[in-house]
T-cell receptor
Framework: GENVEQHPSTLSVQEGDSAVIKCTYS??????FPWYKQELGKGPQLIID?????GEKKDQRIAVTLNKTAKHFSLHITETQPEDSAVYFC??????????????FGKGTKLSVKP | NAGVMQNPRHLVRRRGQEARLRCSPM?????VYWYRQLPEEGLKFMVY????????ESGMPKERFSAEFPKEGPSILRIQQVVRGDSAAYFCASSPSHGRQPQHFGDGTRLSIL
């Protein structure tokens, strides 16, 4: 089955700097890769996702890149702000039309943005 | 805001009791997923349900755990004879149709076993 590895487990940056979180997956059939942000006491909130027919996607300060050959994808946050501090999770799954669709999550990255 | 609603938010049970966790999906969503999160860990898939059907329960322990999603009302995750190891946060997510993404999550039920 699918396995998702996420690095680093913790990341501390200064406000205004960029943050990069990387994930690798094992199942080449996976075709959907979301990123979730989880704040303390809350559920995961989808912040961006990418499908396997696309190499990069941007939404304001957030971008995700996908390398299908190497089976890895990354989250990039630019101009970080203190409110970006949270735990970020990557995930992978079969997307549209898949027989399951359940998400396989990485173990998370705790991002701290220092003012 | 018709997001995914879970209740209760916190549940305390003694060993051997039963825990019932409820999830109402987003409006228009007919598919529900349950995940479990241990402290400092990612979420682990448990079960995937459609109205009145269990589609995939490969992540759910065979003993003591069950799930349902009736035609009317919320999805229920039931844990019988709880043990200390069941202490975790349980999250529900919903999607509009079979295998469709993205999934939207509720804020979870934090289960504590005394």
């Amino acid at each position: 089955g699918e396995n998702v590895e996420q690095h680093p487990s913790t990341l501390s940056v200064q406000e205004g700097d960029s943050a990069v979180i990387k994930c690798t997956y094992s199942d080449s059939a996976s075709n959907y890769f979301p990123w979730y942000k989880q704040e303390l006491g809350k559920g995961p909130q989808l912040i961006i996702d990418i499908r396997s027919n696309v190499g990069e996607k941007k939404d304001q300060r957030i971008a995700v890149t996908l390398n299908k050959t190497a089976k890895h994808f990354s989250l990039h946050i630019t101009e970080t702000q203190p409110e970006d501090s949270a735990v970020y999770f990557c995930a992978a799954t079969y997307g549209y039309g898949g027989s399951q669709g359940n998400l396989i999550f990485g173990k998370g990255t705790k991002l701290s943005v220092k003012p | 805001n018709a997001g995914v609603m879970q209740n209760p938010r916190h549940l305390v049970r003694r060993r051997g009791q039963e825990a019932r966790l409820r999830c109402s999906p987003m409006k228009g969503h007919s598919h529900v997923y349950w995940y479990r999160q241990l402290p400092e860990e990612g979420l682990k898939f448990m079960v995937y349900l459609q109205k009145e059907n269990i589609i995939d329960e490969s992540g759910m322990p065979k003993e003591r755990f069950s799930a349902e999603f009736p035609k009317e009302g919320p999805s229920i995750l039931r844990i019988q004879q709880v043990v200390r190891g069941d202490s975790a946060a349980y999250f529900c997510a919903s999607s509009p149709s079979h295998g469709r993404q993205p999934q939207h999550f509720g804020d979870g039920t934090r289960l504590s076993i005394l």
